[in-house]
């Protein structure tokens, strides 16, 4: 089993209790994100790309309690940027599990060696440690040569200390599932309590744009990787979502299942989507139109997504929702090989392009070249295609914005300009009507029922505040700020990678944005 009895009783006693009072929306597990800034860099994560003044913002410890709280969920997930680096998370951590809350505090590692003594192991604590595979595999990942050494060091050691500890990996187009595989034999071996496996989701801020899974190849790779499965292997997730990634269950999305909170405040709809911010959790379950989102509503952002944050607790509701689901659920727990001959012949069939590195990280001209006579798959469709037929997801192609100055001369222009200000991760600079300005970072924008009910929320730089900005007092915008969203493209990394290897050079990584203004 891949978590304690105590934490099962506990999940299974709070959704039984919601059954029980009707309740068809509730939360799960809460997100917790105390801060945006990050000591990586990742290929793949589109959470810390923001101005200076946003990474140096974090949560008080009485603003987490405030949010839990509201919440009442059993379980609470604090992911980031990267927890260790808030230097109150002890505190954090300390009050949450004082509270009975399952805690689990995601980290790359980097820093858990040496803050290990800062906590106390408890069975209400787990550090979820993120390792995207093999050495190779996680160090071209997370944008940093030796990244896997120390994370696998901290994991040792919190082992070693009596702490729980789980992993968390992220996979991309052209992961190799053999890999894959070796990579949960190593994880078992280094004594960690389960693992939790979820396809990478399409953040349109992330540095990679060409490497995203469509739902038919994440449905493949995953029938490869969990087929056939070793007794040792334990996983840290529900057995239904487990067989909706092998393609075996349909489940449709729970956006509020795993409602996540920040310094901008509650996030609308989901932890991947940034659609506005709420002040309350109760705002947030009541003014967000959740037929909108999800695969289903023919939301393109939800389009190729299957990652536990949408879907874990679809599966929890599907085991609790009938007998059939609940039947259904212990059956895939007494019987989860999954013996899968063609299963079998796929992993042994699985085409590679590099020896060193995994196929993601592999310069495009070569990938084509390795890539000859494949079905065309990975070419955009001429028409549109159905998700769970989509072997690719495609990226996102940005528009340049940094120092631009739209001319607001109509409401549909100011409406169109606040919108791409949303979007932008850089400050921008909004003259009021009176001739008053105010520099700093457009978080959220909300819309009324006329023109005159809309506003927009700005922290302005060098500031803890929030100021609200109704779009009829906005005279002009200029986007001032460096878009700390461009330019970091991964095609780029890996050239420079090259060039920095072919030099002798060691510890490559691309580093985090610089905090120093």
């Known amino acids: 089993m891949g978590v304690p009895i105590s934490q099962a009783w506990t999940v299974a006693?709070?959704?039984?209790?919601?059954?029980?009072?009707?309740?068809?929306?509730?939360?799960?597990?809460?997100?917790?994100?105390?801060?945006?800034?990050?000591?990586?860099?990742?290929?793949?994560?589109?959470?810390?790309?923001?101005?200076?003044?946003?990474?140096?913002?974090?949560?008080?410890?009485?603003?987490?309690?405030?949010?839990?709280?509201?919440?009442?969920?059993?379980?609470?997930?604090?992911?980031?940027?990267?927890?260790?680096?808030?230097?109150?998370?002890?505190?954090?951590?300390?009050?949450?599990?004082?509270?009975?809350?399952?805690?689990?505090?995601?980290?790359?590692?980097?820093?858990?060696?040496?803050?290990?003594?800062?906590?106390?192991?408890?069975?209400?604590?787990?550090?979820?440690?993120?390792?995207?595979?093999?050495?190779?595999?996680?160090?071209?990942?997370?944008?940093?040569?030796?990244?896997?050494?120390?994370?696998?060091?901290?994991?040792?050691?919190?082992?070693?200390?009596?702490?729980?500890?789980?992993?968390?990996?992220?996979?991309?187009?052209?992961?190799?599932?053999?890999?894959?595989?070796?990579?949960?034999?190593?994880?078992?071996?280094?004594?960690?309590?389960?693992?939790?496996?979820?396809?990478g989701y399409t953040y349109d801020k992330a540095p990679d744009q060409k490497h995203f899974l469509g739902r038919a190849r994440s449905k493949k790779l995953f029938r490869s990787i969990l087929s056939n499965r070793k007794k040792s292997w334990r996983f840290n997730a529900s057995p239904i979502f487990m067989e909706f990634l092998m393609g075996k269950k349909d489940l449709t999305c729970t956006p509020w299942g795993m409602p996540t909170y920040s310094i901008f405040g509650w996030q609308k709809p989901c932890y991947l989507l940034q659609d506005g911010y709420a002040d309350s959790f109760d705002e947030l379950m009541e003014s967000v139109k959740w037929s909108e989102y999800g695969t289903e509503s023919g939301n393109p952002k939800c389009a190729n997504c299957m990652v536990h944050s949408g879907y874990e607790a679809s599966g929890v509701n599907y085991t609790f929702g009938s007998f059939k689901g609940l039947f259904q659920t212990v059956k895939a727990m007494l019987f989860d090989r999954y013996e899968d001959r063609e299963a079998t012949e796929m992993l042994a069939g699985w085409k590679k392009t590099s020896n060193e590195v995994p196929m993601v990280f592999v310069p495009l001209a070569q990938r084509a070249e390795a890539t000859k006579g494949e079905a065309a798959h990975a070419a955009a469709p001429a028409a549109a295609v159905a998700p769970d037929q989509m072997e690719t997801a495609a990226g996102t192609v940005h528009e340049h914005l940094e120092g631009w100055t739209p001319e607001l001369t109509t409401e549909a222009a100011v409406r169109e300009a606040m919108e791409k200000a949303f979007d932008y991760r850089g400050d921008v600079t909004i003259t009021r009507k009176d001739g008053s300005t105010v520099a700093g970072y457009l978080y959220d924008r909300q819309y009324g029922a006329a023109f005159k009910d809309c506003f927009v929320r700005i922290i302005p730089t060098g500031k803890q505040t929030k100021d609200v900005i109704p779009y009829a007092e906005i005279g002009a915008i200029a986007f001032t700020g460096k878009d700390t969203a461009a330019g970091k493209t991964f095609e780029n990394w890996v050239k420079r990678y090259w060039e920095k290897k072919a030099a002798g050079e060691k510890n490559i990584q691309i580093e985090p944005e610089c905090l120093d203004e």
Not at 89 to 105: H, S
Not at 185 to 195: F, I, L, Q
């Open 13 to 199: 006693t709070y959704v039984l209790k919601q059954k029980l009072m009707r309740r068809s929306r509730y939360p799960l597990v809460l997100m917790l994100e105390p801060l945006m800034r990050c000591n990586l860099a990742c290929a793949g994560c589109g959470k810390i790309q923001y101005p200076a003044h946003v990474l140096k913002s974090q949560l008080t410890p009485e603003q987490c309690f405030q949010a839990v709280e509201e919440c009442g969920t059993p379980m609470v997930a604090i992911p980031g940027g990267e927890p260790l680096l808030h230097p109150q998370m002890p505190e954090i951590v300390a009050g949450l599990v004082a509270r009975k809350k399952y805690v689990y505090m995601c980290t790359n590692a980097l820093l858990l060696a040496k803050n290990l003594h800062l906590f106390k192991p408890s069975k209400y604590l787990s550090f979820s440690v993120h390792v995207d595979g093999q050495r190779e595999h996680h160090d071209f990942a997370v944008c940093r040569e030796g990244g896997y050494d120390i994370a696998m060091e901290g994991v040792r050691a919190a082992v070693a200390a009596g702490f729980r500890v789980t992993t968390n990996t992220t996979l991309f187009d052209g992961a190799d599932p053999n890999s894959v595989r070796l990579h949960f034999d190593e994880m078992m071996e280094a004594g960690v309590e389960s693992m939790m496996v979820s396809p």
